[in-house]
């Protein structure tokens, strides 16, 4: 038996915990919009067509802003299409995913399903094919309350109040040769700079997300970031990583991916703050994480790739990929590095939402079910405090073929001062068995009572489907033994677990 331990203190801040951390996205992709939020026809829909059996999912799982609408989309989108009367609205070819767009679902009806949902929209605009010019047109439009040409359409066109759309994203990861549009660091910052305080000039606080780069293993990475900065750091608020993660059959190594997106975030801000330094200037950039999952990109690339000059289908079925046990154990460990980096990653986008990439899976006409890696974004969003707490983690540790040794354990917490309670978030990376996690709450105010449930199965590659949607779910976790200073608990073999430590007393 392995063992880990930490210690939980309200004193060792690692920052306060942003909302937008519990983001997610929802991209113009596959059966994401049509068919997906979106079923007219289906006997759960409302009026305008949504699926209320996926709105009520989408807000149990507990997401904050929703990145729109895309992606790689975005770069060959024309916002002006989504507009207006539907039946005038163009169908478009939309070369990044080889699909038609027919543009039934765009700006308004999006926003009308944010409101069912209760998420905050954060929007993209297209600086692949499109430019600054392009980008002002859309932010007058959805942000200026009246007196406009592009502000009276939006009113004529059934909206009188603005979005008011807060945060924005400068394109979509310029630096992939498969993007349209895809640049240079130097001339995607320079568009990128251009582009901000344009923006900025309508309003000088909307916060603006320069793309970093698509993946830590770009030949680019760093140099892009450092570049694209060079040239935007005064008009821009974040930059952006993306990261996405597959198990090739080195589980062990699969199951340390978090090693390498903690790497990554703080290599990205290692260049921010050098940028910083150099530019002698007060401002810090943060980091938006606004595409992170597990993907087996493989499986697309090398069999669902849609191709041919005559084939154009709508709303294909794209990215579907079905989460095992073990797939929702690393993505609990993604959330749990995203947390230990709060103090720096103030945004970020579970990439995607709904059948594309997603913790949510529809059929048409049929049921909506909860993936396994619905339930620790599910439990971390509506669980975590405010503020995110380094746990003073010491743990027995493995090796693996990718990263070295690495620790049995990785964990964090967050801790709510106005309620008294505080969260553990806890993964068991150790394949052969449990781990022992020694909890000391020593110094947590009063007497606390645990609640503890955990993700774990004998079959790391159990997972739900149409057919049996339940196969996987949470389970109640019971610690072996407590003393006033002291909770141990048995995390299981791939395991990730949330403990809720309570004033006793409270309910
Ligand atoms: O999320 C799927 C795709 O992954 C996005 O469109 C793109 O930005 C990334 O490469």
């Known amino acids: 038996m392995s063992s880990a331990r930490i210690v939980l203190s309200p004193d060792a801040v690692i920052g306060a915990v942003n909302p937008r951390i519990f983001g997610s996205f929802i991209e113009h992709l596959g059966r994401a919009v049509y068919g997906g939020i979106y079923e007219p026809g289906h006997p759960l829909a409302d009026d305008r067509g949504f699926r209320r059996d996926v709105v009520a999912l989408v807000k149990e799982l507990g997401v904050s802003a929703i990145r729109y609408p895309g992606g790689n989309f975005v770069s060959g989108f024309r916002w002006e299409d989504s507009v207006g009367p539907r039946e005038h609205r163009p169908r478009r070819l939309d070369l990044a995913w080889h699909s038609v767009e027919t543009n039934e679902i765009g700006l308004h009806e999006f926003q009308d399903w944010l409101d069912l949902v209760g998420s905050e929209l954060m929007l993209a605009v297209n600086l692949g094919t499109r430019g600054t010019a392009e980008a002002l047109d859309l932010l007058e439009y959805a942000n200026l309350d009246r007196g406009s040409t592009r502000s009276d359409q939006r009113a004529a066109n059934g909206r009188p109040d603005p979005f008011d759309v807060r945060i924005w994203c400068l394109g979509n990861e310029m630096d992939g040769p498969w993007q349209l549009g895809h640049r240079s660091a130097e001339d995607y910052g320079k568009l990128a700079a251009q582009t901000a305080r344009a923006m900025k000039a309508f309003d000088p606080d909307l916060e603006l997300v320069a793309c970093g780069s698509s993946s830590s293993a770009m030949p680019t990475f760093l140099e892009w970031e ?22 090739d059959g080195d589980l062990g190594s699969f199951l340390a991916s978090g090693v390498d997106m903690d790497g990554f975030i703080r290599n990205v801000a290692a260049v921010a703050d050098a940028v910083q330094a150099e530019r002698g200037s007060d401002k810090r950039i943060d980091i938006s994480f606004d595409e ?5 990109n493989t ?3 090398n069999v669902d790739k849609i191709a041919g000059v005559d084939n154009w289908p709508v709303a294909p079925r794209l990215l579907e ?16 590095t995203l947390l230990s980096h709060a103090d720096r990653v103030t945004s970020a986008s ?9 913790p949510i899976m529809t059929e048409p006409g049929g049921p909506a079910w909860r993936q396994t890696t619905f339930f620790p974004f599910a439990e971390t969003s509506r669980h975590a405090g405010p503020v995110a707490l380094d746990v003073s983690l010491t743990s027995d540790t493995y090796e693996t073929e990718r990263f070295g040794t690495v620790d049995v354990v990785t964990a964090v917490a967050t801790y709510d001062q106005t309620s008294g309670s505080t969260a553990v978030f806890a993964v068991n990376r150790r394949i052969d068995g449990p781990t022992t996690l020694e909890i000391d709450v020593s110094a947590l105010p009063g007497p606390v009572r645990a609640d503890a449930v955990s993700l774990f199965d004998d079959d790391l ?8 949607p339940e196969r996987v779910r949470l389970r109640p976790t019971v610690p072996v033994s407590r003393t006033d200073d002291l909770i141990r608990i ?3 073999a791939v395991s990730w677990t949330r403990v809720l430590l309570l004033p006793a007393g409270r309910g």
């Open 350 to 358: 579970l990439a995607q939402l709904v059948n594309v990439i997603a």
């Open 490 to 492: 048995d995390l299981p």
């Open 299 to 301: 499986r697309f690339e």
């Open 321 to 336: 990929d079905v989460y095992s046990v073990a797939d929702a154990v690393v993505f609990g460990s993604l959330l749990i």
């Open 292 to 296: 992170w999952n597990i993907w087996y």
């Open 461 to 468: 590659d159990a997972a739900n489907t149409a057919e049996d």
């Open 226 to 247: 450092r570049t694209v900065l060079r040239e935007s750091y005064d008009a821009v608020d974040y930059i952006s990583c993306h990261a996405y993660y597959e198990n």
